[in-house]
């Protein structure tokens, strides 16, 4: 059976009952709204005024959080990535993006919940080697919990990965809202 590809309903459905559960949220994801009011295909990367991402919190038993090193930023983030046509849901795609960069695989990796811990809208710089100009990325994220050990890296995209406490998440409201899940 062949997936159905990610639509604009299922974001718009996933988006509404996010912002159901943080309404708090909604003014900085108005560029979402407006952009998917206006029929603008999200679930592509060349829709540079914004598209959707995935994203993947993994937590540990002891409440650690994954993070990798992106070969191209350089810098420790956490796993994530664009959507594949392949992807039904936009929590499939977070959890294909786990597998994919940390090499744990899917059966060993359990969704925390069916809705995202925090939806972060974020400017990505132009990347002429891409033929990309500067665009925002709209990054859905997932908290995930194992207790499975890192696999395999996708050494294209990462260099190292390495388990951390949850104050070592960078964005504060997604800092808080894992830590508070986590409790």
Same mark, same amino acid.
């Given at each position: 059976? @062949?997936?159905?590809?990610?639509?604009?309903?299922?974001? $718009?459905?996933?988006?509404?009952?996010?912002?159901?559960?943080?309404?708090?949220?909604?003014?900085?994801?108005?560029?979402?709204?407006?952009?998917?009011?206006?029929?603008?295909? /999200?679930?592509? #990367? +060349?829709?540079?005024?914004?598209?959707?991402?995935?994203?993947? @919190?993994?937590?540990?038993?002891?409440? $650690?959080?994954?993070?990798?090193?992106? $070969?191209?930023?350089? #810098?420790? /983030?956490?796993?994530?990535?664009?959507?594949?046509?392949?992807?039904? $849901?936009?929590?499939?795609?977070?959890?294909?993006?786990?597998?994919?960069?940390?090499?744990?695989?899917?059966?060993?990796?359990?969704?925390?919940?069916?809705? &995202?811990?925090?939806?972060?809208?974020?400017?990505? &710089?132009?990347?002429?080697?891409?033929?990309?100009?500067?665009?925002?990325?709209?990054?859905? #994220?997932?908290?995930?919990?194992?207790?499975?050990?890192?696999?395999?890296?996708?050494?294209?995209?990462?260099?190292?990965?390495?388990?951390?406490?949850?104050?070592?998440?960078?964005?504060?409201? /997604?800092?808080?809202?894992? +830590?508070?899940?986590?409790?």
């Amino acid at each position: 059976m @062949i997936p159905i590809a990610i639509t604009a309903d299922h974001i $718009r459905e996933t988006l509404d009952a996010y912002l159901e559960a943080y309404p708090d949220d909604k003014p900085s994801l108005a560029p979402v709204l407006e952009l998917l009011d206006a029929e603008a295909d /999200l679930t592509t #990367r +060349k829709e540079f005024r914004g598209h959707a991402t995935a994203g993947a @919190i993994l937590a540990d038993p002891a409440g $650690r959080v994954l993070h990798i090193r992106h $070969r191209a930023l350089e #810098r420790w /983030l956490l796993p994530g990535g664009h959507l594949e046509p392949d992807d039904a $849901r936009l929590l499939d795609a977070a959890q294909r993006e786990l597998t994919e960069e940390t090499g744990i695989p899917a059966s060993a990796v359990v969704p925390a919940g069916m809705l &995202p811990v925090h939806i972060d809208v974020h400017p990505i &710089p132009a990347n002429d080697a891409k033929g990309e100009p500067a665009h925002r990325h709209f990054d859905f #994220r997932y908290l995930f919990r194992t207790a499975a050990e890192v696999g395999e890296l996708q050494l294209e995209e990462v260099t190292a990965a390495a388990w951390r406490d949850a104050d070592d998440i960078a964005d504060g409201v /997604l800092r808080h809202r894992v +830590k508070g899940a986590l409790r």
